[in-house]
Structure formats: C-alpha cells, structure tokens
C-alpha cells in the first residue's frame, strides 16, 4: 500500500486554513488500515520567511506526496476535494 502524505501550508490566524485543514480530515476513513488513509502536516508559512515567500498570498496550500516523494501542490484557497481524492486513489 503506498503512503499518502499531506503539507497544509498554514497561519495561525486563518480561518480558511482551518476551513481546509477540517475538509481535508474529513475525507480520511475512520479505519486506519483502510486505503484511503493518510497522514496530515500543518506548517506555519510565517516561522520561514522563504515559505512566506513563496506562498504568502496563496495560503492555505495544500501539497501531496506519495512515499516520501516531492510533494506537489494540489490546491490553494479551498481544498479541491476532486484533486485530493484523485491524488487518494493514485
């Protein structure tokens, strides 16, 4: 079974990054030997000023990799539940 990982780009003070971080745990089955299942990290954009260079307008970001692969990014704003799912079940 691969490994899914998830990189929400965060702030602490944002409620659509929260928004996004619920939406996307929503998706994850209550079973954790499932297929579907994954692991979630929130990082904060602002304790990196390279990250807050590079997303500081787009946030939340959400990025995905597969077996510790590079992570690429899936969606920005609001989670793309489409995007994610199809990234779930590659």
């Known amino acids: ?3 899914k990982h998830f990189i929400l780009y965060s702030r602490s003070y944002c409620h659509l ?3 996004m971080l619920q939406a996307l745990l929503a998706l994850r089955p209550a079973d954790g ?3 579907g299942w994954f692991t979630v990290d929130v ?8 990250l807050v260079a ?5 946030v ?4 995905g990799s597969n077996n510790g692969e ?3 990014q899936l969606c920005h704003y609001f989670l ?8 779930l079940s590659e």
């Open 1 to 3: 079974m691969t490994k």
């Open 17 to 19: 990054c929260e928004d």
């Open 33 to 35: 030997n499932d297929a």
């Open 43 to 50: 990082v904060d954009v602002d304790e990196d000023p390279a």
């Open 54 to 58: 590079k997303y500081d307008e787009l």
């Open 60 to 63: 939340p970001v959400l990025a």
């Open 70 to 72: 590079a992570a690429t």
């Open 80 to 87: 793309d539940a489409e995007s994610v799912k199809q990234f």
